[in-house]
Nanobody
Framework: QVQLVESGGGLAQAGGSLRLSCAAS????????MGWFRQAPGKEREFVSA????????KYADSVKGRFTISRDNAKNTVYLQMNSLTPADTAVYYC???????????????????WGQGTQVTVSS
């Protein structure tokens, strides 16, 4: 079993940056693809980004492409989400999750992720 803890959320101004971290414990996540999702009030959880076990392959939602960067450090059992050029539309609770699926085409689907963190709030003011 894997426990995931997100951190790094908070309040940012539009145009600003935040870096989210997702620390895993319980076992190594070096064989897992990792994903970030977000959920805004009154909206469904949506895919943000995902990264392959090695970190070579990444995937982004169109809404964050060019602004967000996902990365991982398997030695630290941690995944990161660097968020730049933030807008109020990025306001949401951000969750990280693990999946054993290595098919990038599946990474947008929340149902394939086995373990989830509790989330970290990101609020962007205009």
């Amino acid at each position: 079993q894997v426990q995931l803890v997100e951190s790094g959320g908070g309040l940012a101004q539009a145009g600003g940056s935040l870096r989210l971290s997702c620390a895993a414990s319980g076992r190594a996540i070096s064989s897992d693809a990792m994903g970030w999702f977000r959920q805004a009030p009154g909206k469904e959880r949506e895919f943000v980004s995902a990264i392959s076990p090695s970190g070579v392959n990444t995937k982004y939602a169109d809404s964050v492409k060019g602004r967000f960067t996902i990365s991982r450090d398997n030695a630290k059992n941690t995944v990161y989400l660097q968020m730049n050029s933030l807008t109020p539309a990025d306001t949401a609770v951000y969750y990280c999750a693990t999946t054993r699926s290595v098919l990038a085409s599946t990474w947008t689907r929340a149902g394939i992720y086995a373990y989830w963190g509790q989330g970290t709030q990101v609020t962007v003011s205009s």
